[in-house]
């Protein structure tokens, strides 16, 4: 029921920021967040403890801005385009909207034509999502792959390779904000140790949730604490680098909030 309701706020709250909006005589500001299954909307809330950091972003934001999640499970800067699901983005934002990316999970899976990109071709790709984005007048964050838990022996050890140093020349070299998760959330993994590290990653005990009554272990994604923690890390970084334009609409001391679903395939 608390899910539930934590949706029915979030539909409000866009509501009313709508309306004050109009009344004003302006369209409010939409942020889109485009990824991975680290940052999407999980629908089954009830089912699962399993939440992307983008459908809990809200939390950090006041109601001055619309959030929109295009994220979606195993998606690369490849998948996502081919898809049409970038080219959707790009329909729908408007001038001076915000645009938040993030991949690199998927883009690194060799076994998988349809998703691997290798860091040329990663790069390419971040590279035409930042030239398109700004034709449109829209600003543009990058972000660094999130770290996965990943220790062996009690002793943390990096997956993603290559791709967030690709990810941090990109930012670079177009000039766009850079949001180092990657760098954040390992510091963060690697302070609270092997142990303390599992409860905010998807690793459920049996019998703890419907979806998965056999348990599950799992590295990779976020529980409800975990996505909090990523957000919060994105929206300290926001502020203390002074990305205005995002920036203003920070709220740190808000009540856990869901995105509104966009209504995507």
Known sequence: M?????????????????????????????????????MADKEELDASPER???????????DDIVVQNHARNGRSTKSFMAEGRWAEVL?????????????????????????????????????TMIEQAKKKHLKVILCTPVSRRSYKEGQYYDTHGAYPEAVRRVAKRMNVPLLDLHASSTEWVQRMGDDDSKAFFMNVAPGECTKYPDGKNDNTHLREAGALEIGRQAAEMIVNQKIKFLAKYINQNGQVRYTTPCNLK
């Open 52 to 62: 992307g950091w983008g459908q809990l972003f809200p939390t950090y934001l006041n």
């Open 2 to 38: 608390k899910t539930h309701l934590y949706s029915v706020m979030a539909v409000a709250c866009v509501i009313m920021a709508s309306i004050v909006c109009i009344s004003a005589g302006k369209k409010p500001v939409t942020l889109f967040m485009v990824g991975d299954s680290t």
């Open 91 to 127: 329909e729908r934002a408007q001038r001076n909207d915000i645009v938040i990316i993030q991949f690199g999970h998927n883009d690194a899976k060799q076994e998988d034509p349809k998703r691997y990109a290798n860091i040329n071709d990663y790069e390419q790709n971040l590279m």
